[in-house]
């Protein structure tokens, strides 16, 4: 049968196929081949035996968390208690970005600041918009849902930045503490930090302690710099080039003449002086 794993606890995988959940094993050969399942992993499994035979090919993968086959992220990005950070938000659009993940930026605590400063973010936020990112607030509970719709989304962001609020506003009944524990969805307060899939509107939300890894120095310089889409709107003469030198390149230009935003451009140079490994 096929199945997709939505909870993994110690050595014991929980397979739902037709509505129905199955307590399963991987098959010894795993460990031996160093295949590991993660939730969101779509498998071939033996119902009777309860035994999961082959993990099928993954659309995308992450490490920290261990989850697969997301469709999108919601980025709950707060304008202040903790101030917004472009730099950190920046991370997560890369991050997404190279894991081919739909990534969405949810906005809180716009109430909570001064019309001069909600001015100037909004300038900022209209970039970001008009390079392809999709932005909504957190009170547009109905537009969020129709997003949410037969789609596999996960919703991370700073810590305290109004996620599980949010996600007590999307569904009463997943009654989520508020604070810095672990999303519970109805299953009581979690005492250890797990991954799982629940149903929500056709599609499946992910529990998740949240993305515990946003460096960007695994990746290469060409993944970093293909994280920044509007960056194809400017080609360069210069083959292959990496846009961090040269008065000829058509990236710096484009910053120059304020079509690139400096501040995503400074970060994507911050992200390029790290420890980045060359693809072979």
């Given amino acids: 049968m096929e199945g997709q794993i939505i909870k ?5 995988c929980f397979v739902e196929s037709l509505g129905k959940i199955y307590p399963c094993k ?3 050969l795993f460990r031996k081949e160093h295949i590991t399942p993660m939730v969101g992993d779509y498998v071939l499994f033996h119902s009777d035996k309860r035994v999961i035979e ?9 490490d920290r968390p261990k989850v697969s086959n997301i469709d999108q992220a919601f980025i709950i990005t707060s304008l202040v208690l903790p101030d917004i950070s472009f730099s950190l938000l920046d991370k997560f659009l890369v991050l997404m970005e190279i894991h081919h993940v739909k990534p969405i930026i949810c906005i809180t605590k716009e109430d909570l600041i001064s019309d001069s400063e909600w001015r100037t973010i909004q300038t900022s936020l209209q970039y970001y918009q008009k390079i392809g990112y999709s932005i909504v607030y957190h009170y547009e509970i109905d537009k969020i849902k129709k997003l949410l719709k037969n789609k596999t989304s996960v919703f991370t962001g700073q810590t305290g930045a109004g996620k599980t609020t ?16 672990s999303m519970a969805l109805g299953r009581g307060k979690h005492t250890t930090r797990t991954v799982e899939l629940f149903p929500f509107l056709g599609g499946k939300v992910i529990d998740t302690p949240g993305f515990s890894s946003l460096e960007v120095s ?13 960056f194809s709107s400017y ?4 083959k292959d080039c990496m846009h961090l030198k040269g008065e000829d390149c058509g990236v710096r230009k484009a910053v120059l003449n304020h079509s ?19 693809k072979n």
Avoid at 8 to 12: H, K, N
């Fill in 235 to 238: 080609p360069c003469e210069f």
């Fill in 218 to 230: 695994s990746y290469s310089k060409e993944e970093i710099r293909s994280a920044f889409p509007e």
């Fill in 54 to 62: 082959e993990i099928l090919p993954r659309k995308n993968a992450f």
């Fill in 26 to 28: 991987c098959r010894g």
């Fill in 8 to 12: 993994i606890s110690s050595d014991l």
């Fill in 166 to 181: 949010l996600l007590n506003q999307l569904n009463s009944d997943w009654n989520l503490e508020t604070g810095e524990v």
């Fill in 260 to 278: 690139i935003m400096e501040s995503r451009y400074l970060n994507y140079l911050d992200f390029m002086g790290g420890e980045v490994h060359e």
